[in-house]
Each structure stands twice: as structure tokens, then as C-alpha cells.
């Protein structure tokens, strides 16, 4: 009896996680815990109970090549910057005397990662010894002491415990948005989060520096923005941006992160085919919400992607009204990136907050393609010398268009446009409801703001601006590229006004109606000739051939406003290609024929599909592990019958994915129900998509859903 001998260590992974908001993330080291936070495990012994003072306990917390020891004491405080262990004063039962209780501390910058620890028993004559097993350490947004610390609860269940939520495509004029289930709570997510860090060039190149790095949320936030893209590393996705999936997955066709990560990791880091931007984004959240890090996904409308720095997009016209594919700056009808929340004390401070990191492979940052953490602050303030590519998300949400219409080569108009360019930022609103949150102001002061460009030490503008030398010079550059302080519109005609107008959204198989409104602001009549082009585009480039076109004469008297009504029909714009962003950008130029002035107006709208409807059975008793129903319905617009794929699934409550082949009569209303039970409580969302192969399109539902216990 007189020797201390261990007989087992209780983890208790299920209070632990409680304490530490983990409950529900599945890794292979069972437990996962948050840093700054202590966690209690319960030692239980044999022979005599535990003698401070004839034996001592040593934990050896092991990450890679690195390696703490921590004794465990009998009493005093927990160190805010190392690893601290005290025995508890209090028994967990005073009926097992021989069950030790004992609080471990990790610092609130400890590296996140896959511990090893172990227990030693050492006394005078002998040392012991045991594997305890593994912990998957996170951040921490709930410690105050932490980089990710987020005040709010409600934000922290929103941006770190909600794996479902709302992306925002199409235009600003005509928001579409569709749901994606995150997923970070799904079984093997969080370790293929591991995963991907440990596969990283940077932890190839350098375990023990880059396990040293992982404390800072700036450093992981680089780390996963190139690691999401495959560009330059074993990354998760290949982009693709060609209309030709065959190979692959359409990038429309995904509705969550979790079989993206899944088959990245089952294929031995094979990069998954394919994504684009929203995909992109959507797993980095998954990704960085997983590690601990309070992330969202944000859209931008009009974004531009502004390749030689002068803060300037050029865009051209043929003076027929048809858009030309010349240089390699481009507006992307949306774009969709991500905010993490952290502290920013490499920029001096005040700039803590939300952080811009973009996995979509646009640009280089620091040699790989990346992009962030940009501090959204920073971009507010025009900051344009500080790290990371901040410059770049300036520019795609302030840059200038240039609207330049040509003939053979030669100009004949030019004119500026300050609004264009990032109209609207929005993400999901906080909270159960599922719907958006105008972030716009959070980026600019105003609309139209002054242009800034950063220049090099040559008057050249520079690349990447938050990695040139020495301090930059800021200027503000005229539609000719030369400095000046007037930003005013140029070269615009003084006699004639033009616009467009949608006459109703356009849904998918209906007629496409708009007006053109043309004002002769002078006293004299003018003979006027009219040419208006519609283009097919890709969200994210020009538009390629025109798929409907008129041209005609008119006169209009002094100070006459005449509107002129089009139409397009289904047959002229019907969609080739599966989708679900069909995009059309429209062009109406006005020239007067004496003066040869030209004038353009233009409009890039979305035509919407109709939506999939989605009813629950007694929804307001939705209860885990008990039967629901679920019911689908669709009414068939098309003058032809369709036939499709009906894909339905939902995190927590299909254990697979429910797909059936079917086929719609015209005008009919196709009904479908489908059994599920409810594994989770809490929050969770049904989707349903509907692939119709007739038409070339992508219809898509979703419900939320409250699961009681």
C-alpha cells in the first residue's frame, strides 16, 4: 500500500467540450478543447491516495518537434502565457478519495494543432510514464485573452457554431441567394482542417516555424486562403471558369463544403474539380470556423479586378452597343470572399476587427495566391501601404470605370463612372432569420470617392502594393491617367441623355421587357440612330456574342423625351449551359448623327429561375429523432415538359443524400414527399436542387428548420 500507482485517466471528453462550446466537432483525438481555457481530467489510482510531498505529476505536452513539460501544483494561479496544471481543492466525490481531479491551462496563444500528452509520476527512486492520448486544440472566441475574442454571444453562435447559412450572387439590382451548409460539425471535417495545415508548404518547409505560427490567426488566415485554392500546393480546389465541367463537378452544383473536404482528403489531396469564387469562399469559412476563427462570407457587386494597379477599370464598347473583350482588367457581377474576425497588432492598432482573405486564385501575395488578411478598416480609410493586399480589395470595391466606345480601333467617346464599382457588400444577418445585412459602409465612405493609386519609387504604379519599399506616394490620377485633383465625368455629350429600364425581373422562359428613354436637352430637333445589344457574359468576365440586337433612326424635337419598348424572347436568350447566375448585359448607344456625339448606357442584370417550394409537416414540433415529412413542390413555366434530378439533403437530417429522376408535364405542379429524422438539435436547413437537363438550369429551394429535443 505504501506505493502510488496510476490505474486509469478519465479525459471527460463530454463535459470538457460543454465547458468549451466543442460539443458536436468530431475529431480522431476525441477530445477538442479551445486555448486559453482550462480543461479537468480525472486520475484514478491505486494503493495509497496522492502525497504532494513523496511524489511529483509532470504532464509533457508534445506538438511535433515541440515539447513543454508542466508539473502539476498543489496551488497558485494559471499563467496567462504558458502551460499551468493544479490539482483541484475539491474532490469530484468524496466517496472516491483515490479520483484525482486536475484543471490543465493552455495559454490564449497557444499553436492550434493535434497534442500529444502524457503523465509522469516521478519519486525519489523511479519515473513513470503513460500515454493520456491526443487533443485537437482551437481558438478561442469566448477568451477575452484570445486574438479571435468576439464580444458578442450572439456573434460567436453565428460565426463559429452555425454551419449553414446564405450566399448572395447575381446583381445588385436583382439579389439572388441560396444556401450552403458549412458542415464543420460533420463527422472527419475538423481533422481534414488539420489536415490541410499540416500538408501546407509552409509546414513542409518548416514544422517547428510553422507550428510556432499557428498561434496567430493572421498567419493561419494565409496559410488557408492559398491552401483552399490548389494553385501552388496540395490545395482542396481547382477552379474553373469554362463552361466545360465534364471532368468534374459544375461548381453550381455543390450546396456544402463537407463532400468538397471529404473527397479532397479521400483522394489523397487531389485537388476536388470544380470551384468558383462563392465555393472558394464558402469552404474557407467552413475551414476557419472549424480552427476556431469567427469567420462570414461577404459578397461584393461589381467587384473589379483591377490587374495593373491604376485604380481604373477599362471597359469597351463598338459603337453598335456591343461590349469587346479588350485588356485584362474586368467587373465581376459579384464576387464573394471572406471576413475573419482577429486583432490586428502588426498594423499598430486600431485595426482589429473583420479581416478580407480571399481563397479565389486571382493574384499573388507573397509569391502564392492568396490574398488577406486585408483589415476591412484599413480599406475604409484608404490605407493603402498596409499589409496584406489591401490595395487590391480597395480597388474592388472603389475603382473608377472607364467606359470607352471604339471603331477600328480609333475612340470615339470616352466618359468615367464613380458608382459603378461596389454598390453593395452584404453577408447572412446574424440570427435564425435568413436574410441579408448591407455591410457597404463598412468599406466606403461614400460613393464616388476619389480615386488612389500607390506608385513606386520610379512614378510606376506597383503590383502589389503592400509589399513595395520604402514609403509609397498616394495620387489621385484623371481618366487619362494623369494627376490631377478633378475627378469630374469627361467627354460626355452635353445634348442627349439616355437609360435603361426593366419593365419586371426577369424570371427564366418569359419574355424579357425593357424600355430606352432618350431626352434632347438642347432647343434644336436632332436625327438620332439607335443601336441596342444584348450579350450572354460569366459573372465574372466581358460577355462573348450577341445573342439579340436592334438598330434604327429616329427624330426627336427640342427637349423631347420619347421611351421605346423591346423585347427579347425565351427562344433568343434560352440558357446552353447548366447554371444558375444567367447573366446579360445590355447596351443602348444614341448617336446624333450631325454632331457624331455618342452617349451609352448600359445594364447587366440576372434572369432568376423560378424556385423550388419547400413545406414541413407540423414544422412548429420538428423533434429530434422523431419521423418528419418534408414536401417539395414545383410548378413546370416551360410551354415543353422537363425532366430532372431532384437532389434534397440537410446537415443533421439525412444521413444520405435523397435523389430521384423525374419528369413535369408543362403547367404541372410536380409534388414530392420525402421521410427524415433529425439527429441534431438547434438550427438546421433543408436544401433541395433540381437539375433540369431540358433547359439547361439549376432550381433551387431551401427551408430552415428548428429541432427541438
Known sequence: ?????????????????????????????????????????????????????????????????LVVEVPVSVSGQPSASQWSAFLEKSPVDLNTPRMLPISLFSPASASVGVYTFYLGVQTRWS???????????????????????????????????????????????????????????????????????????????????????????????????????????????????SEKYSDGINPSMWSGSADILRKWSETQCKPVKYGQCWVFAAVMCTVMRALGIPTRVVTNFNSAHDTNANMVIEEYYTEMGEKLSIGNDSIWNFHVWVESWMTRPDLGGGYDGWQVLDPTPQEQSGGMYRCGPAAVKAVYEQKVNAPYDVPFVYAEVNADVRTIIMRNGKILSTSIDKKRVGPLICTKRPGPAMAMMDITEDYKTERGQPTICMLRSDGQPANDMSRTNGQPKICMLRSDDQPANDMSRTNAPEGIDVSLQLLK?????????????????????????????????????????????????????????????????????????????????????????????????????????????????????????????????????????????????????????????????????????????????????????????????????FKAINVQA
Open 505 to 701: 425581373a426577369p424570371v427564366l422562359g418569359e419574355i424579357i421587357s425593357f424600355s430606352v428613354t432618350i431626352t434632347n436637352k438642347v432647343a434644336i430637333p436632332k436625327l438620332l440612330r439607335k443601336h441596342v445589344n444584348a450579350q450572354k457574359k460569366e459573372y465574372h468576365r466581358d460577355p462573348t456574342g450577341t445573342i439579340w440586337e436592334a438598330h434604327d433612326d429616329l427624330k426627336i424635337g427640342p427637349y423631347e423625351t420619347v421611351t421605346l419598348k423591346h423585347e427579347i424572347s425565351f427562344d433568343e436568350y434560352m440558357i446552353q449551359e447548366a447554371a444558375e447566375d444567367n447573366l446579360v448585359n445590355l447596351a443602348v448607344v444614341i448617336e446624333d448623327v450631325k454632331s457624331q456625339e455618342r452617349v451609352l448606357a448600359s445594364e447587366e442584370f440576372n434572369i432568376c429561375s423560378p424556385s423550388l417550394n419547400i413545406q414541413i409537416q407540423n414544422e412548429d414540433s420538428v423533434s429530434i429523432n422523431t419521423q418528419q415529412v418534408a414536401v417539395v413542390t414545383f410548378t413546370n413555366p416551360f410551354k415543353v415538359a422537363v425532366s430532372g434530378e431532384l437532389i434534397i439533403s440537410g446537415s443533421g437530417l439525412f444521413e444520405e443524400t435523397f435523389q430521384m429522376s423525374l419528369m413535369i408535364q408543362p403547367r404541372e405542379t410536380m409534388k414530392r414527399s420525402v421521410r427524415f429524422i433529425p439527429r441534431t438539435t438547434g438550427a438546421r436547413m433543408l436544401q433541395a436542387s433540381l437539375l433540369l437537363t431540358d433547359q439547361s438550369t439549376i432550381l433551387r429551394g
Open 1 to 65: 500500500m505504501d506505493e502510488y500507482e496510476l490505474r486509469n485517466v478519465h479525459l471527460q471528453k463530454s463535459q470538457n467540450q460543454i465547458r468549451h462550446k466543442t460539443d458536436g466537432l468530431s475529431s480522431s483525438s476525441n477530445l477538442v478543447l479551445r486555448r486559453g481555457q482550462p480543461f479537468t481530467i480525472l486520475i484514478n489510482n491505486d494503493g495509497r491516495p496522492f502525497d504532494p510531498l513523496r511524489e511529483k505529476l509532470v504532464f509533457k505536452i508534445v506538438l511535433g518537434p
Open 127 to 241: 519515473v513513470k510514464t503513460v500515454l493520456l492520448g491526443q487533443f485537437t486544440l482551437l481558438c478561442n472566441p469566448w477568451c477575452q485573452a484570445d486574438s479571435v475574442f468576439l464580444q458578442s454571444e450572439e456573434l460567436r453562435n453565428e460565426y463559429i457554431r452555425n454551419d449553414n447559412g446564405l450566399l448572395f450572387k447575381g446583381c445588385p439590382n436583382n439579389v439572388i441567394s441560396r444556401s450552403w451548409s458549412f458542415g464543420q460539425y460533420e463527422k472527419g471535417i475538423l481533422d481534414i482542417c488539420m489536415k490541410m495545415l499540416q500538408v501546407s508548404p509552409q509546414s513542409q518547409a518548416d514544422a517547428r516555424k510553422d507550428l510556432l505560427n499557428r498561434s496567430n490567426p493572421v498567419y493561419i488566415g494565409r496559410v488557408v486562403s492559398a491552401m483552399v485554392n490548389c494553385q501552388d500546393d496540395l490545395g482542396v480546389l481547382m477552379g474553373n471558369w
